[in-house]
């Protein structure tokens, strides 16, 4: 007779089995819907991370990633940076925008004309 111990490996190594099974199976849900949506005419990608989210605090990088999105355009609006960032509805990071587009108009990094931000 398997003694308790082993009886929980097993269990274990089922769970793992069975988790795995159900990231496939989503993962193959999500894949399949984001071709519909580029099929459409928009853009997504599906993407992993092992990082864990970060809830609250400072998010490093949002400054660089705006600047970099300005640089690789003619020029933007604030309504096109919100959309380029998904980011209509989620005032925290509304809010991230607009203040990171304020330091870079403070420290000159970008300029803006008629409502357009554009790289100095």
Same mark, same amino acid.
């Given at each position: 007779?398997?003694?308790?111990?082993?009886?929980?490996?097993?269990?274990?190594?089922?769970?793992?089995?069975? =988790?795995?099974?159900?990231?496939?199976?989503?993962?193959?849900?999500?894949?399949?819907?984001?071709?519909?949506?580029?099929?459409?005419?928009?853009?997504?990608?599906?993407?992993?991370?092992?990082?864990?989210?970060?809830?609250?605090?400072?998010?490093?990088?949002?400054?660089?990633?705006? =600047?970099?999105?300005?640089?690789?355009?003619?020029?933007?609006?604030?309504?096109?940076? =919100?959309?380029?960032?998904?980011?209509?509805?989620?005032?925290?990071?509304?809010?991230?925008?607009?203040?990171?587009?304020?330091? =870079?108009?403070?420290?000159?990094?970008?300029?803006?004309?008629?409502?357009?931000?554009?790289?100095?």
């Amino acid at each position: 007779m398997a003694s308790v111990l082993e009886q929980i490996r097993k269990l274990d190594e089922q769970k793992k089995q069975l =988790l795995d099974t159900a990231r496939k199976e989503a993962i193959a849900t999500a894949e399949a819907a984001i071709k519909t949506l580029n099929e459409l005419g928009f853009s997504y990608r599906l993407t992993q991370t092992d990082a864990h989210v970060r809830t609250g605090g400072r998010r490093s990088g949002i400054r660089q990633d705006v =600047l970099n999105t300005i640089k690789g355009s003619a020029g933007m609006s604030r309504s096109q940076l =919100l959309d380029h960032f998904n980011a209509r509805g989620d005032k925290k990071l509304e809010q991230s925008l607009s203040n990171a587009l304020s330091a =870079l108009k403070r420290n000159g990094s970008i300029t803006v004309d008629g409502g357009s931000y554009k790289s100095s």
